[in-house]
C-alpha cells in the first residue's frame, strides 16, 4: 500500500513559485498596456467583446493560480 500521508499531497515545487512569481510579475507589469488596449478597442466593439476584453487581465490571473494548482497536483 502507499503512503498517502498529508504531507506529500499537493507540494508545490520550488521550481513552479518561482516560475509562479515571475508570471505574476509579468503580468502585473503588462497590465497598464493590455488596460490601454482594451481602452482604444473598447470604443468600436459590441459590449459582450467589450466585457470579453475587460476580463482577459483576470482571467491570466486565474489562469496562473488554476496551473500552480494543477502542477502541485500532479507533482
Known amino acids: 500500500m502507499q503512503d498517502t500521508s ?14 509562479t512569481f515571475l508570471v505574476l510579475v509579468a ?3 503588462t497590465a497598464p498596456f ?16 467589450n466585457v470579453l476584453l475587460q476580463l482577459a487581465v ?3 490571473i486565474l ?6 494548482g494543477v502542477s502541485a497536483r500532479g507533482g
Open 58 to 60: 483576470p482571467m491570466l
Open 34 to 49: 493590455w488596460y490601454k488596449f482594451i481602452d482604444m478597442v473598447s470604443g468600436s466593439a459590441d459590449p459582450f467583446s
Open 6 to 19: 498529508q504531507t506529500d499531497r499537493a507540494a508545490v515545487q520550488l521550481s513552479d513559485v518561482l516560475l
Open 63 to 68: 489562469t496562473l493560480i488554476a496551473s500552480v
Open 27 to 29: 503580468i502585473v507589469a
